[in-house]
């Protein structure tokens, strides 16, 4: 009886894997495609870490404000390279699909460590790009935060990367090279089939990069189509995240009574915007760059965040930002001593010629060089210093 049905079972797969095998599902394909996935997910992984140490240093992390366009780039990457692995990464599951058919499923130990590694790999690999697609589409129907969780599927599909590379090594270095004996005895016909695999994987990464890049490549924002933020679209000709409505700040920003609050260790003063305005403006041309990808400079003008600090007799120190807005992650941000003392860093009032816009962060935001976007803290209403 058993004996029937798994011969039953043995022939249904057998069948399946017939079906689903052409010429284009070949090891090489399979390597090729696998390069090209490793490549990706490293930047992808490097840029990641960079991102997130930014926004929880360790201690012993030096931070830089300068170059101040580093984030942007590095953020840009990421969020290009992570799109551009989707074809990257369903062209490698198809091409080893058929091996999801081979029989015996397990041959033994090295075999069952294969297939939980492979499935580790595979799970954690779809799950981590779907969240990072999910998450700039805004589109948070997860029921956890993302920050953490994109984090640690990072190390985990690392660690299953490594694993899976040590696992097939052989295989990877017979069809390496594209004068290998495995691959120079392909027929003509396969070899076009393959050859057709990875140019229509290539084409697919290559027209996702084209559609998304000018949401920070600015010369190719006319072609974004597949970009969710589009350069100088949106109020004072710069996107915008969070509006003033959405984190419920439009009617205290707007509020005559308003005052920042610059609370040191020893002095504190409160000052109206007109009192900022006395102040010493500097002018600064830094950008917004986006977690989530996006970026574009802009013009602001402000009062350095230095000076600002000064007036308490202070210098040299981290301070905590406090926003209008009383709910929300972004609501409260850090700022370390290193983008403190840069005199670019600017409590702004103006954006190019004309007064905030709520939606940026009217009557004060904060731009410093070199950081998330999330951490230009918008809608200002407290700086205090962390002693
Ligand atoms: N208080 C507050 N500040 C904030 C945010 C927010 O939600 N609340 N969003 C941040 C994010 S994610 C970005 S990218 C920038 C965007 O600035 P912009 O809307 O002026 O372009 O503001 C940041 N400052
Ligand atoms: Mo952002």
Redesign the pocket.
Known sequence: MTDRLSHRVEALVRAAGHRVSTPGRRTRTTVVLGRALGILMLVCFATGLYSHVLQNPPSWFPLSPQPAQLYRFTQGAHVLAGLALVPVLLGKLWSVFPRLFSWPPITGLLSLFERISVALLVSSALLEVALGVMNIAQWYVFPFSFRPVHFALAWLLIGSILLHVAVKLPLIMTYWRRTAPAVTSESAEERVSRRGALIAVGAAAGLIVATTAGQTVTPLRSIAFLAPRRPYV?PQN?????TAA??G?VDTARDPGWRLSVVGTSKSIELSRDDLLELPQTTVELP?????GWS?EATWRGVRLRDLLRLVDERDVDVQLK???VR?A??STKMQAAYVADPSTVAALFLGDEALDL???FPI?MIAPGRP???????LSRIEVLS
């Open positions: 949106g710069l996107p915008v995240n969070r959405e984190a700040v917004i760059a986006c977690v989530e574009q926003s209008l807005q929300g972004f609501a939606d940026h962060g935001r976007g999330v951490l230009q803290t918008k809608w």
